[in-house]
């Protein structure tokens, strides 16, 4: 069965997709939708059409699945219900507060169309949350720990650009090495926000800007920066661009705590990622796959990566995994 | 849903399913079968019947699972079709090479019976597996390591008490520590037996043996010691007891590769376990959960934990698990 894909969205996420359809054999990318004029988007497979986002009304796309790469804020609340009544899907929703609301919209959608939609796929939420779940499962006395980075966070970015008499900014999350250690040590100790996590900043000023009065004001940001040690650094917008125009991400996720035995168990899983963009979009193609086999099951509605057996994502059968994997 | 354990055998497995149990409050432990005099037999929860494994065939004992916890080498081969003809069980099969024929033998024996068979649950196979599976496919293109340690391997100390003049013995193996370096870095290395992993032995020899023959014959030993860089330590029976008693295990399993556009992601995932058994037993009630609830919807046959959606391993229902793990 060859599952075919179509993306909306053609950004960091939609190009990603597209390139890891090129590393599945079985998948193939039918169209990229686009709400700019399909004239002026180049995409970088040949033979492939884009189209405009209107052409997907009609449901009568020749897709198996449909890869929704937009943005948490405003698209995806809107975009998913939509398009679930009409497709099978896949979202990287990832707003963790709103996620049962969203679940919620999508499901109606899905079922009444005998539709599958996964949402809120990808690493956070995704495969942090599974790991999460099997911490939980196996560890049922214990702690949960994540942490985040080192990588760029958007949100934090885009935080520091907002600041009037920044150019442009990027910001990096990074562990602190000994919360890190602490957590592995099966000591189970309580981390503050402050203890767990630095933040980086990279800050290129308009001119006539005062550093000092922005770096104050990054520093005392309540939500984004106030409890955290803060570094600002000033750079030009040339070594912004040449130094950290990357888009490295990871993280861990650590569960530990005492079997009824008293014996100490820790669990570890992390993430080290040269392109968050490009591996969020390997994972959603690999669940694609699972949709699409879903679906050709008969099974509707919404999903979280918590609903699919891991067996569905690969493109190998029962046997072979059994024979090479378990 | 109150999920009715039986455990089938009452060694360290058997005891660490009776301990983990007392960590789920939706599980309970229904009884105890043993092959020895029910008698002789004491476990550690009152009130909770040791029967004999006679008592099993009838069929109609009152669990809902049957966790058996027998050995992969003769044990398992035979009593996981046979009770799978006749209860829903959940066993630990660890001989990879044998796991196509195990799963065909329990997958006839289940689905006649309309049962369902779990196999090779455990953390490898196991959760080392989901790794794999999970690696292979959001890094299609990569490498795969495993190491596993530090921790007692029982085959290898079975191997060096085999040795004529040898009481007693345990083996530790010891991931390399460059080793696992180097398969973090992303580089995807090649690494040999030898660059992966040391064993360590400790050895309480016969009166009068030989101890520098004893030890040549240990790291000359063909398939298990002759590919590894060894050190034998020669204790007496009283250090050995006191200082090598317990039962600690893990690992780590890595997969690096490129994305299509070049990147390079490395996930990781490892275990460091104070007791083996222990944690193994919480695994397998983990998933005899998921069993049941398939049982439950009328799912039949063999299974593995590819097969397994993970939120069937979880008391929380779903609603709880998107609020809270996604």
Redesign the interface.
């Given at each position: 069965m060859t599952v075919r894909i179509g993306i909306l969205g053609y950004g960091n996420l939609g190009k990603?997709v597209e390139?890891?359809i090129?590393?599945?054999d079985d998948m193939e990318l039918a169209a990229v939708y686009t709400r700019r004029d399909p004239a002026t988007v180049k995409i970088a497979t040949e033979g492939v059409a884009v189209r405009t986002v209107a052409d997907l009304d009609t449901g009568n796309e020749p897709i198996d699945v449909l890869i929704i790469c937009g943005g948490s804020a405003t698209d995806l609340p809107e975009q998913t219900p939509k398009y679930a009544a009409l497709y099978n899907v896949v979202d990287s929703f990832d707003t963790?507060a709103r996620?049962?609301e969203h679940?919620a919209n999508v499901n109606a959608a899905a079922t009444g169309a005998n539709n599958v939609a996964l949402i809120?796929c990808g690493w956070d939420?995704g495969?942090f949350?599974?790991n999460?779940?099997?911490g939980?499962?196996?560890?049922?006395?214990g702690k949960d720990y994540t942490f985040w980075g080192k990588g760029i966070s958007q949100g934090h970015s885009d935080a520091l650009r907002r600041i009037p008499g920044v150019a442009d900014a990027k910001q990096y999350t990074i562990p602190v090495p000994e919360a890190l250690e602490a957590a592995?040590s099966?000591q189970n100790p309580e981390l503050t926000t402050r203890q767990k996590h630095t933040r980086e900043c990279w800050v290129v000023l308009e001119e006539g800007a005062d550093p000092e009065a922005i770096r104050e004001q990054i520093v005392t940001m309540p939500n984004y920066f106030d409890e955290y040690d803060v570094t600002v650094n000033f750079i030009s917008q040339e070594e912004l661009d040449r130094d950290h125009a990357a888009m490295p991400h990871g993280g861990f996720v650590l569960r530990s705590g005492q079997?009824?035995?008293g014996?100490?168990?820790?669990?570890?899983?992390?993430?080290?990622?040269?392109?968050n963009p490009?591996?969020t979009?390997?994972?959603l193609v690999?669940y694609a796959r699972a949709v699409a086999r879903l679906a050709a099951e008969g099974s509707t509605g919404a999903k979280?990566?918590?609903?699919?057996?891991?067996?569905y994502?690969?493109p190998f059968d029962?046997?072979y995994?059994?024979?090479h994997?378990?």
């Open positions: 990603g390139l890891a090129r590393q599945n963790h996620i049962p679940f809120s939420p495969l949350s599974l999460r779940l099997f939980n499962c196996f560890i049922p006395e592995r099966g079997m009824a035995s014996d100490t168990s820790v669990i570890e899983y992390s993430l080290k990622l040269d392109s490009n591996f979009s390997s994972v690999s979280t990566v918590f609903d699919i057996a891991p067996a994502l690969s029962g046997d995994l059994r024979a994997m378990l």
